[in-house]
């Protein structure tokens, strides 16, 4: 006879549901409840999220158990309690997002009308913990991607999407910018919208000096091109025309405008090469430097933003290139520090990004050769690929690189350099920092035509778990090439799992 508390077959050996991210306390029950034996109640929970439970879960108001809601302010923010027992099912959270994220648990629980006894805790160890949206150049993220994608979001507690739509925003004021593949101002809406029933906070990406080629393509707007590049991606605004930040401002506001709830404004300034290299900022720049020429204009972006009620986020490559130093110096301080770095796989790294110094990605040439032995995957890809073996105490101190940032490397160096150093620079200089690693950037890394995720992967982990050490803002993934939308579903759950989850047991 089946006894009230024996599983059901499929439930009985180790098929017990993995839930990701995993939550931070589980203890699995030796029973199951069925969901239309339990009536709903609530206390001090808005409405619409009690709404939320009702349309999702089999319960029955003739039930006889409790499925209860309770408002709790000890639990931590985002943070849920969840027990389900064999009378009665609780779930208690301070805010919003806890009640969101015990739902998506409970969803990943339920089979049918079942559920596992279980007792779970659980909280998020990051606060923002975000993926990228490129829409220029994922070109198959279409409106019902976009849509599911979001969803997905939701569905695995990640709560922050930096959207970035180049060319595919309907702009009323420069309509001749907007590809023929723009997203309707309806669609939009529908974003905004679907973000906010999936507890995320959208971070508009408007570019403000480089990689504005979707705008300088077009003749009208050629005169404020800084100069022609190599890399046409990576074209620029020249800082120096009043008319480009004038530009910025008038795209910057439509898209604002259509994420009116956004707290940050992302505004690009990366890789933009160019800088000094029009007559005017040439001059500009011998009188009081190109670090200055920069500053200048990043910190009247900045003004701007924040006179717009949103905090400014810009990406950080320029700021930690040898090249332009004093930049961190100058910049304002509001501004948060977005730090990409993609090829770093392990706490203690073999490699070390070093821009500005005329090699970029480096290590120690004897990797290349005594140690070579040791090196292991997916660092020995990423070596061979993307690094340059180079005597590093030797080179980087006569280009000034050691006095300047020696102090973050670890004590490992010059064999082994402390993960993602520049967080201790940024921080010394009074900047609030987001990490950025990516599931697909900086080369395809192609392995048998898909993107080497092992590299990716890593690169995820190890960023995350820095940022819960160093107790970051939060890390926001990127994505950057035009593959299937479905190729991004491993990076978003492995953001998921490690902004949630850091390196705890
Ligand atoms: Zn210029």
């Known amino acids: ?244 930040f004038e530009l910025f401002r008038e795209m910057a506001s439509e898209i604002m405008a259509a994420h009116p709830e956004s707290r940050y404004l992302h505004i690009g300034g990366d890789e933009t090469g160019s800088l000094g290299k029009c007559p005017d900022c040439a001059s500009a720049a011998a009188r009081y430097g190109t670090s200055r020429l920069y500053a200048d204009y990043m910190n009247k972006v900045c003004a701007w933003v924040k006179s717009r009620g949103r905090i400014p986020v810009l990406w950080d490559d320029i700021i930690s290139n040898l090249q332009y130093t004093e930049i961190a110096d100058l910049l304002d301080k509001d501004a948060v520090i977005m730090y990409w770095d993609y090829w770093t796989t392990k706490p203690e790294s073999p490699l070390l990004v070093a821009r500005g110094t005329g090699y970029g990605v480096v290590h120690d040439k004897r990797w290349d050769g005594e140690w070579s032995r040791e090196l292991q995957e997916p660092e020995k890809t990423v070596l061979a690929k993307f690094s340059k073996g180079i005597d590093l105490e030797k080179e980087l101190a006569a280009g000034n690189y050691l006095k300047i940032f020696g102090r973050y490397l670890g004590r490992g160096f010059p064999k082994y350099v402390n993960a993602f150093p520049y967080i201790g620079f940024y921080r010394d200089k009074g900047f609030r920092v987001i990490g950025a690693p990516t599931t697909l950037g900086n080369g395809i890394d192609d392995t048998f035509g898909l993107p080497n995720y092992s590299r990716f992967l890593c690169n995820i982990r190890e960023f995350s778990n820095k940022c819960v050490k160093e107790k970051l803002l939060g890390l926001v993934t990127t994505a950057w090439y035009n593959f299937p939308p479905e190729i991004l579903s491993l990076g978003i759950m492995a953001t998921a799992q490690h902004t949630w989850r850091g390196n705890t047991p």
């Open 1 to 244: 006879m089946l006894s009230a508390k024996s599983m059901p077959d499929f439930l009985e050996g180790n098929n017990l549901p993995h839930i990701i991210p995993q939550p931070r306390k589980l203890k699995w029950g030796s029973s199951y409840v069925q969901l239309n034996e339990f009536k709903f109640e609530s206390w001090n929970v808005p409405e619409h999220i009690c709404g939320l439970y009702r349309n999702a879960l089999p319960l029955n108001e003739q039930g006889g158990k409790l499925f209860k809601l309770t408002s709790t302010p000890s639990v931590k923010p985002e943070g849920y309690n969840l027990k389900i027992a064999e009378n009665e099912i609780s779930v208690c959270a301070s805010d919003e997002r806890g009640f969101f994220y015990a739902l998506q648990t409970i969803k990943q629980l339920k089979l049918g009308n079942l559920l596992v006894c279980v007792k779970i805790e659980d909280f998020p160890q990051l606060a923002i913990r975000g993926f990228h949206f490129n829409l220029e150049s994922v070109e198959m993220l279409d409106f019902n991607e976009v849509r599911r994608i979001i969803e997905m979001l939701g569905k695995f507690k990640i709560n922050t999407l930096l959207l970035e739509y180049a060319d595919k925003f309907p702009f009323t004021k420069h309509p001749a910018i907007s590809s023929v593949a723009a997203f309707r101002r309806d669609e939009i809406q529908e974003f905004e919208r679907l973000a906010k029933a999936n507890c995320i906070d959208i971070i508009p990406l408007v570019q403000s000096l480089g990689h504005v080629r979707h705008v300088l393509r077009h003749p009208q707007y050629r005169y404020l091109l800084e100069t022609e590049v190599e890399k046409l991606r990576r074209e620029q605004f020249c800082p120096l025309k009043e008319d480009a």
